[in-house]
């Protein structure tokens, strides 16, 4: 059984950051994407970052966040992180965490298994 256990998340004033974590547990972890997708009230949910776990594959990013979000991977402990510097406004959103057994890790991709979510507010 997958399961995929978000944390992390909180209130920011704008320019600031925050660290999302994700902690996977059952088999999903070893050659799978690892991704975080977020959403906002009255918006669909749409992918933000992902990377893939069975070796030295690419990152994709969404183009808004581009240079200020940076996932990473802890594979000792199973566990993929969203780094989040120079946070705006429009980045508060419910954040989840994804995974999905394939090479490719594109964000317009199908995923699997999902998170409950975590909450970010950035105030101005």
């Known amino acids: 059984q997958v399961q995929l256990v978000e944390s992390g998340g909180g209130s920011v004033q704008a320019g600031g950051s925050l660290r999302l974590s994700c902690a996977a547990s059952g088999s999903i972890y070893r050659s799978a994407c690892m991704g975080w997708f977020r959403q906002s009230p009255g918006s669909e949910r749409a992918g933000v970052a992902a990377h893939y776990t069975g070796g030295a594959g690419r990152s994709y990013y969404a183009d808004s966040v581009e240079g200020r979000f940076t996932i990473s991977l802890d594979r000792g402990r199973r566990e993929v992180y969203l780094h989040m510097t120079n946070l705006q406004p429009e980045d508060t959103a419910t954040y989840y965490c994804?995974?999905?057994?394939?090479?490719?890790?594109?964000?317009?991709?199908?995923?699997?298994?999902w998170g409950q979510g975590t909450q970010v507010n950035v105030f101005s």
């Open positions: 994804a995974a999905r057994w394939s090479g490719d890790c594109s964000l317009g991709a199908p995923y699997d298994y």
